[in-house]
């Protein structure tokens, strides 16, 4: 399959692993404290190529979990600067939105993950790396009752495969 990258030429794979690089290299910028606050650009670069990575079959949930956990980072690293892309609650309303699963069902599925078919654990995996970004800053949530939806979450994050 081909798709546009300028001439038309590149194949969907190649477009897919440009994208990926540029995420890559951005990210490892934005996680350098001697960066300050132009982590912050660094971090909006990750997000633009993860969009293009997406677009060209880089899977979502993969994309959410770099994002989150990259938002998670410089909300815990750095000073709140008003943009609701680093306030703790908007993550974790984005990172509960995201979730493929209940809570109610992921609870009665992590009981017996590992009799389960391999999409059900593939579900349970995704809740545990997308729940990640919140471990460190769950403590910052101050909205209800979504701190509270987040705690009961982290609750059961140790017991998901």
């Known amino acids: 399959?081909?798709?546009a990258d300028g001439d038309g030429s590149a194949e969907v794979g190649d477009v897919r692993n440009q994208w990926i690089a540029?995420?890559?290299?951005?990210r490892l910028h934005a996680q350098l404290p001697e960066q300050g606050e132009?982590?912050?650009v660094f971090a909006r670069m990750?997000?633009?190529?993860?969009?293009?990575?997406?677009?060209?079959?880089?899977?979502?949930r993969n994309a959410d979990a770099v994002r989150f956990n990259?938002?998670?980072?410089?909300?815990?690293?750095?000073?709140?600067?008003g943009d609701p892309l680093w306030d703790?609650?908007?993550?974790?309303?984005?990172?509960l939105?995201?979730?493929?699963l209940s809570l109610q069902r992921a609870q009665t599925w992590s009981t017996d993950w590992t009799t389960r078919p391999r999409i059900e654990?593939?579900?349970?995996?995704?809740?545990?790396?997308?729940?990640g970004s919140m471990r460190a800053i769950a403590d910052r949530m101050t909205a209800e009752p979504l701190r509270t939806q987040v705690d009961q979450w982290l609750e059961l994050w140790p017991r998901l495969p």
């Open 121 to 131: 654990i593939l579900a349970l995996r995704t809740c545990k790396n997308l729940l």
């Open 70 to 81: 990259l938002r998670g980072l410089l909300i815990e690293e750095l000073p709140p600067d």
């Open 88 to 95: 703790p609650d908007a993550l974790g309303a984005d990172v």
């Open 46 to 60: 990750v997000f633009f190529a993860l969009d293009g990575a997406e677009k060209a079959g880089y899977p979502k």
């Open 22 to 26: 540029a995420y890559q290299l951005n």
């Open 38 to 40: 132009g982590r912050r």
């Open 1 to 3: 399959m081909k798709m």
């Open 97 to 100: 939105a995201a979730l493929p």
